[in-house]
């Protein structure tokens, strides 16, 4: 699905700052990944380039079999929006629009039917357990129901992979909990998930675990069992 | 497009009091633009209907003398118009002449009715005359067609001579004048308009051609022009015109004393390059102040992009097109100056239809006739087409710049700001 080989990327400025050196990485279809590091060890830097919200200077990026280099900004948008769904650790719901407006927006984008893509919306809402609560804009939801807000629009469009950058960032550990779980579903269900976090207890929820030291792939680590994690996953989050 | 409408009162909805502030500086602009064309074209019409007592596109020609010796017959020859002339005009100038009027005074008459008696002259005239020369008829008709062809002894006298040939009172048209024993009815009076000291009495240019015995002659050959626009178009003509008398009359073709040319259609031309002057700097005054309510405007959408950064780049990384981001601005900012535009522009209209109730209708008396200063102060449909549309070009294009700023930034630096 994702296939990363000598990915660099170099931040320009008064002080060049060369934070991706050489990423091989290879996402097959279906698998549930969870990238780890310190803050400033690039993670969060893969992770937009894997999401195309950010270019690399060097090395090669296949998604889905696609290449994805130099995109014109309108092809760039157009592949956000068919082939990932974002989750991010601030939720980024727009404000003035309730949680039904928001889920639905990407398909606004795809020139969908107002009528159409409310009703989808409803849908995922419902999936997520959040029927009740599809009028309410972000500011009257909790936590966890924002992201939850979230994780509708980011399926909605059915993508291919599912990108979370600290989706439990901001939420305590209670609905972490509950947001994990919800991922840990839609692995079931067949998606491609890569999480970013700097959470031991989230990371070891999945099934591979990539460390990222200082811009490069520290190791890989194959997590058999997630739900069985050296730090307890029912006990301790944080 | 409900979909865009939606954003964008969302989007005003959110910032009221900028909105308002900044579609009040649009208003204001498109008001002023409308109050002053109104005003204008109320002086300008005001210049018409004053003007309108006198004929401004006639261009008269009486016989000159010649200047230049010509196929052997000496320069200081007078020049005699006759119907020849009248023939030529209409065939070779049909261009730019929409009436040809040939006319022929007879002076030296003594006219009398009872015991009443003064000198008068006669001038044989056809009906356009009165036309082209503002005639005001204050009671009976002018000379007409039937006058024309039946060699009718018919005349029409100004005001100031019925009260002078009638002075016991009572209505002058039907009676009977006498002009050296020759009888003539009065078929019509005119108001004398005191710009000149001959007391004319016009009668049909048959009649006096035929009664005076002046076989073809004419004295005067008075036109009214059309297409003419300017100076050297104006200059062009008379040239061509003396030439093409000079074929007639065998005088030199670049012998311009030859004709008399008296041109009321200059002053006419420059009444109109006057309005037209006028006219230009009501609409750069008006645009200067729409200018700066679209500016205005430009700053408020700005700042709203940068406000929005966050929303822009949310809304990119799922899927918007950098076009829609744009399209998304400037709809928004066509919308806010069509909006209070629009007020502005009905306001102004409103205002302007007050000031033709009002002073629209006030006259100024300036003794020798009266005067209107503000003469219909509205503006004409087209003026408000015209606005509208300079209304969404410039909403436009105070968004285009702010929305080209919104997708300058990489979605994920939009992201974070």
Known sequence: MIRLTNIHKTYQGAQPLHVLKGINLHIKKGEFVAVMGASGSGKSTLLNILGILDSYDEGEYMLAGTPIRNLSETRAADY??????????????????????????????????????????????????????????????????????????????????ILADEPTGALDSQTSLEVMEILKDLHRQGLTIVVVTHESGVAYQTEKIVHIKDGVIERIEENLNPDANPFGIKTQMK | MLDTLQEIYGAIMRSKMRTIATGFAVASGLFLIIVLQGAGNGVINSFEVNMGNFAFDAIHIFGGRTTKPHEGIKEGRFIQLDTRDVEMTQRTFSHYVKDVMPSL????????????????????????????????????????????????????????????????????????????????????????????????????????????????????????????????????????????????????????????????????????????????AFWILGLLTLVSGVVGVSNIMLISVKERTREFGIRRAIGARPWSIVRMVMAESVVITALFGYLGMLLGIFFCEYMDSTVGNQTMDIGVFQAQYFVNPTVDLSTCLTATVIIVIAGALAGLFPALDAVKVKPIDALRG
């Open chain 2, 105 to 280: 005074n007879q002076s030296g008459l003594t006219v009398s009715h009872g015991a009443q008696h003064q000198s008068a002259t006669l001038m044989g005239v056809n009906p356009a005359w009165a036309q082209a020369n503002a005639v005001k008829m204050v009671s009976g008709r002018f000379i007409n067609e039937i006058d024309l062809r039946q060699k009718r002894k018919s005349v029409v006298i100004s005001d100031v001579n019925a009260r002078d040939l009638f002075p016991h009172g009572g209505n002058a048209v039907g009676e009977m004048l006498d002009f050296n024993g020759i009888p003539y009815t009065v078929v019509g009076i005119y108001k004398d308009n005191q710009m000149s000291n001959e007391r004319t009495f016009y009668a049909p240019f048959t009649t006096v051609s035929v009664i005076y015995n002046r076989g073809e002659f004419i004295n005067r050959l008075s036109m009214l022009t059309r297409h003419i626009e300017s100076d050297s178009a104006m200059n062009r003509f008379m040239d061509e015109y003396t030439r093409a008398s000079s074929q007639i009359h065998s005088f030199a073709p670049d012998d311009r004393q030859a004709l008399w040319i008296w041109n009321q259609a200059e002053s006419n031309m420059q009444m109109k390059k006057t309005q037209r002057i006028l006219h230009t």
């Open chain 1, 80 to 161: 956000r929006n068919r082939m990932i769904g974002f989750i991010f650790q601030s939720f980024n719901l727009i404000s003035f629009k309730n949680a039904v407006e928001n889920v639905a927006l990407p398909l606004f984008y795809q020139g969908v039917g107002r009528r159409k893509r409310n009703q989808l919306a409803l849908e995922y809402l419902d999936r997520l357990g959040l029927k009740d609560w599809a009028h309410h804009y972000p500011g009257e939801l909790s936590g966890g129901q924002k992201q939850r807000v979230a994780i509708a629009r980011a399926l909605i469009t059915q993508p291919q992979i």
